[in-house]
């Protein structure tokens, strides 16, 4: 059983900058994408960026592209989402997300994952 725990979450400024770390307690085998969520109050919880271990491939959602970077590093144990430029509306609770065998028409859906973290907390104003 995979245990994802995010941190790196706060309070910033619109403008500024944070990065929040996903470490998995182990690898996922086989189809396997770690992605980044977020949930606002309210609304649904939204894919922000989906890594794929298997094949490399980055998917960013519209709001993210060109603003948030995921990336994986100490052999895909921990996922980082760069987050600059950060907007008011980026305001959500962040969660980590990995599955194995994610179909590709799941990726961007909550869905399509197996495991999650307990979420970090994000707040722009």
């Known amino acids: 059983h995979v245990q994802l725990v995010e941190s790196g979450g706060g309070s910033v400024q619109a403008g500024g900058s944070l990065r929040l770390s996903c470490v998995a307690s182990e690898d996922t085998k086989g189809g396997r994408c770690m992605a980044w969520f977020r949930q606002a109050p309210g609304k649904q919880r939204e894919a922000v960026a989906v890594?794929?271990?298997?094949?490399?491939?980055?998917i960013y959602t519209d709001f993210a592209q060109g603003r948030f970077t995921a990336s994986p590093v100490d052999n895909w144990k921990t996922l980082y989402l760069q987050k600059d430029s950060l907007r008011s509306d980026d305001t959500a609770m962040y969660y980590c997300?990995?599955?194995?065998?994610?179909?590709?028409?799941?990726?961007?859906?909550?869905?399509?994952?197996?495991?999650w973290g307990q979420g970090t907390q994000v707040t722009v104003s």
């Open positions: 997300a990995a599955g194995s065998r994610v179909p590709d028409s799941k990726r961007l859906r909550a869905d399509g994952y197996q495991y």
């Open positions: 890594r794929s271990l298997d094949y490399g491939y980055a």
